[in-house]
């Protein structure tokens, strides 16, 4: 069982940044693929960001060259970056953890309880 705790959301100008943290508690941390997800009002969840246990990360289209995950396994905590923020990015930030390498939300085992991020223009 893991339980993750995102901290981190807030308002923002269009241009800045915010950092999200999540924060893991429970056995295996390291072993479990770390991913960022969001949702905006009206709309479907969608992926933005991945991190497996080597590091090796995976970013949505949409993020790419914005955004970077990272992780530390001796805090058991992931990190998402956000920078040049756009108010289309604008939604609740969920992180989650799954067994294997996923973009797939509804393949991940674990969820946050989500943080804001609102971003005006």
């Known amino acids: 069982q893991v339980q993750l705790v995102e901290s981190g959301g807030g308002l923002v100008q269009a241009g800045g940044s915010l950092r999200l943290s999540c924060a893991a508690s429970?056995?295996?941390?390291?072993?479990?693929?770390m991913g960022w997800f969001r949702q905006a009002p009206g709309k479907e969840r969608e992926f933005v960001a991945a991190?497996?246990?080597?590091?090796?990360?995976f970013y949505d289209d949409s993020v790419k060259g914005r955004f970077t995950i990272s992780r530390d396994n001796a805090k058991n905590t992931v990190y998402l970056q956000m920078n040049s923020l756009k108010p289309e990015d604008t939604a609740v930030y969920y992180c989650?953890?799954?067994?294997?390498?996923?973009?797939?939300?509804?393949?991940?085992?674990?969820w946050g309880q989500g943080t804001q991020v609102t971003v005006s223009s």
């Open positions: 989650a953890a799954a067994r294997s390498f996923t973009i797939v939300g509804a393949t991940y085992h674990y």
């Open positions: 429970g056995r295996g941390f390291s072993t479990y693929v």
């Open positions: 991190i497996d246990w080597s590091g090796s990360t």
